[in-house]
């Protein structure tokens, strides 16, 4: 059986893995060196993507196949380009037209799509009813109880005396337990991170790399 | 107290060879730790398997692949699901640093490991940019979004995508995503169009989708690397042939356990040691 040294794929990306780790030990220009290919690559895999699938298949092909059905595509071609205006400086005033109209119509998306989609479903969603099961009454009103105080903290129109005060301390329990839960699941996203790695390392590199040197 | 002062100084290069060697040695050695399925992702998975034979489950790869090891697990799984349920998978992706790879990557493993059949099976329509714009047009007609695949090919000329013109079409939009994009399925596609939606989700935005889900807004979530454990569980279950397959979530489950023993330790070990320490300076 013929034992395969790890590909020139594999033997960069463990390059780069490890010059990143290395961070760990201290700073260091390995980890410079990795950190400022990974941006640059970035963003040319970026330009590329866009230019692959957004601008030939939905703007330069549409235009050279058929253009009487499609002219209307050059007007946003057209405001696309009056962006770049901005590097000349006795025309930038022009590219505030095309950005103008890309912040008008992504607060008019924006502004329905989180009313209709978030807050008034969500509000929606905290007003349970309490003509419920046993089980389940328990649950709604650790809900409402939770909406309630937490909405009694972040209310800075008066000062929290009173009724208001024992109600905003209970909102920050409620805050800490949701800070606490969102800070588990972060390490357990980071150390997935990491298991992602040395996954990759170990089974798509090192491992190879040994049996092909030492046979096995 | 000189040794709790002197461990409250340890380097903590130490505590990072302890968490390495914690991840290395299950990851060599995996120990096979039970998986518990949670029913935020048993709801995505009794929604997958109620759809059916020749129904479109429309998938959004919107991670790159920092967020491959949490949710190339989901996808792998989910796409081995509806293969066996007979139901087609339209990809695609609004994330634009590597989502169309990562697609093509978890979509041609299940050609390897199945025999799915591009363009009958699944197909991959690439990526687009324009994020709520993208989807808002989806709504009217897919085509309009995504003219050709991501090899190039018309999607008039793709048998799958025949019978797949919008969203009426979509018999359940899942969206694996990192950043907003998962939101933005939510709040606007499920709320503007009616599309069911679930979402998979890295551990660290995993918090947020659960207000979702309580508002039914979204059927379910599946939550980081323990999620996408417990759907490969759930698909094993399920479909025992394919139980072989690799289920890498549920081994970096082990790896999981260990690292958060050896986490807890030392926050256990480190306030231990910084009270013992507090209560000395105050007794002198």
Known sequence: ?216 | MKLARKLLLIDRRIIFLLVLAGAVIPILFPIGLAVQVSPPVRAVFQRVEALRPGQTLLLSFDYGPSDGPELDPMADAILRHCHKRGVKVVGLSLFPLGGVDMAFARLRQLATELGARDGEDWVNLGYKDGGQAAMKAMGDNLALVFPVDANGVPVGEIPLMRAVRNYNDVGLAVSLATSVLGEWWINLVNAQFGVDVAVGTTAVSAPKYYAFMEAKQAVGVIGGMKGASEYEELVAEAYPDLAGLSRTATVGMDVQSIVHLVILFFILFGNAMFLATRRTRQEA
């Open chain 1, 1 to 216: 059986m013929q034992l395969q040294l790890p590909g020139i794929g594999e033997w960069m990306a463990a390059f780069f893995t490890l010059c990143i780790f290395s961070f760990l030990y201290r700073d260091n220009v390995l980890y410079r060196l990795a950190e400022s290919i990974f941006a640059g690559v970035s963003f040319g895999y970026y330009i590329g993507l866009a230019r692959l699938n957004t601008l030939e298949p939905n703007l330069f092909r549409p235009l050279f196949s058929d253009f009487a059905g499609h002219w209307p595509l050059l007007i946003p071609f057209a405001l696309g380009l009056i962006l770049y205006l901005r590097y000349v400086p006795k025309a930038a005033w022009i590219s505030n037209w095309a950005l103008a109209i890309y912040i008008g119509y992504y607060i008019g998306v924006n502004l329905i799509q989180r009313l209709h989609g978030e807050v008034l479903p969500q509000a929606k969603g905290t007003m349970l009813s309490l003509q419920v099961p046993p089980g389940q009454l328990l649950g709604n009103l650790v809900i409402i109880l939770g909406v309630l105080t937490v909405l009694i903290y972040f209310f800075f129109s008066s000062p929290q005396r009173g009724p208001l005060k024992p109600a905003a301390r209970i909102g920050v329990y409620y805050l800490m337990i949701s800070f606490g839960a969102s800070f588990g699941y972060t390490v357990m996203g980071r150390i997935s991170l990491l298991i992602g790695r040395l996954t990759f390392v170990i089974h798509e590199w090192a491992r190879p790399l040994v049996r092909a040197v030492f046979g096995g």
